[in-house]
Nanobody, 121 residues
Framework: QVQLLESGGGLVQPGGSLRLSCRAS????????MGWYRQAPGKQRELVAR???????NYGPSVMGRFTLSKDDTRNTTFLEMNNLKPADTAVYYC???????????????WGQGTQVTVSS
């Protein structure tokens, strides 16, 4: 059983910073990518950032230059540093992992339960 354990989030003023972390635990053979998506009320879920096994990263256009995603392979954990937060960043943030739980290498998508980030004065 694979679980994605999220931490961080909360309420912050505009211009402030927050850090999210996500750890994948359980039966994991390999991880192709881990990252974060977000969903604001009435909007579709969108990519925030993801990091691949080779270290390559993708960022959503609205967060480039403000958010930084890093990973610790020894702990199957990713860290999302969010700086210069704006009210438009308010959303539920979901951790995502594209990984193979078994040695056959078949990959599946796993999601965390989500953590609320609210940017407001």
């Amino acid at each position: 059983q694979v679980q994605l354990l999220e931490s961080g989030g909360g309420l912050v003023q505009p211009g402030g910073s927050l850090r999210l972390s996500c750890r994948a635990s359980g039966r994991i053979y390999s991880i192709n990518a881990m990252g974060w998506y977000r969903q604001a009320p009435g909007k579709q879920r969108e990519l925030v950032a993801r990091v691949f096994s080779d270290g390559g990263t993708n960022y959503g256009p609205s967060v480039m230059g403000r958010f930084t995603l890093s990973k610790d392979d020894t702990r199957n954990t990713t860290f999302l540093e969010m700086n210069n937060l704006k009210p438009a960043d308010t959303a539920v943030y979901y951790c995502h992992a594209d990984l193979a739980p078994g040695s056959l290498g078949m990959r599946y998508d796993f999601w965390g339960q989500g953590t609320q980030v609210t940017v407001s004065s």
